[in-house]
């Protein structure tokens, strides 16, 4: 299976502040047709994951512009350019390539 | 606007079967392969399994294979996971989603316990 890592695990933030997460895959995310199934998850306490982010780079419909993905092949990044009080939960990276598609073991963040 | 109903959790003993259900709203049903997903509680994501449209292709995680089996019915909008010879490690809340790999609609979820 692929092994997605994520770090940090835990990201206490500044209001205001950015903050960014890495996910890492152990093998190349590159599907038959070209494209990166990445995704990235938004989870708040009690609440189904959200997704945010997918094919690396796409903002889903409704997610602020402060959220943006990044990466290739198998170093993936997301963005959070100034964190708001709304962006508190666990983050997960998931890739949809290789099955059993894998999820990250996720990323809590919290305000300071 | 889609949505996604999970119903079928609840306490069941080791060994046991359950069946769980998801009913869809807000899109073409048919259209779309859909998911199941699990979360032990305090735990992370796990994929389980998908199914076609058409219910062509099924696929498994190995941590379930064999004991469930994923199905739907477009006619009435839902989609099914079969349970048997459950474990106290089957224990989690299960999500169904639209798409393998997409998942870009979720389901809130149904709590299944596995305990003696």
């Known amino acids: 299976d692929v092994v997605m890592t994520q770090s940090p695990l835990s990201l206490p933030v500044t209001l205001g502040q950015p903050a960014s997460i890495s996910c890492r895959s152990s093998?190349?995310?590159?599907?038959?047709?070209?494209?990166?199934?990445l995704n990235w998850f938004h989870q708040r306490p009690g609440q189904s994951p959200r997704r945010l982010i997918y094919?690396?780079?796409n903002r889903d419909s409704g997610v602020p512009d402060r959220f943006s993905g990044s990466g290739s092949g198998t170093d993936f990044t997301l963005k959070i350019s100034r964190v708001e009080a709304e962006d508190v939960g666990v983050y997960y990276c998931?890739?949809?390539?290789?099955?059993?598609?894998?999820f990250g073991p996720g990323t809590k963040v919290d305000i300071k | 606007q889609v949505q996604l109903v999970e119903s079928g959790g609840g306490l069941v003993k080791p060994g046991g079967s359950l069946r769980l259900s998801c009913t869809a709203s807000g899109f073409t049903f048919s259209d779309y392969y859909m998911s199941w997903i699990r979360q032990a509680p305090g735990k992370g994501l796990e994929s389980l399994s998908y199914?076609?449209?058409?219910?062509?292709?099924?696929n498994y995680a190995d941590s379930v294979k064999g004991r469930f089996t994923i199905s739907r019915d477009n006619a009435k909008n839902s989609l099914y996971l079969q349970m048997n010879s459950l474990r106290a490690e089957d224990t989690a809340v299960y999500y169904c989603?639209?798409?393998?790999?997409?998942?870009?609609?979720w389901g809130q979820g149904t709590l299944i316990t596995v305990s003696s």
């Open positions: 998931m890739q949809g390539t290789h099955w059993p598609f894998t």
């Open positions: 093998q190349s995310l590159v599907y038959s047709d070209g494209d990166i199934y």
């Open positions: 989603s639209r798409g393998p790999r997409r998942l870009d609609y």
């Open positions: 094919k690396v780079s």
């Open positions: 199914i076609s449209g058409r219910s062509t292709d099924t």
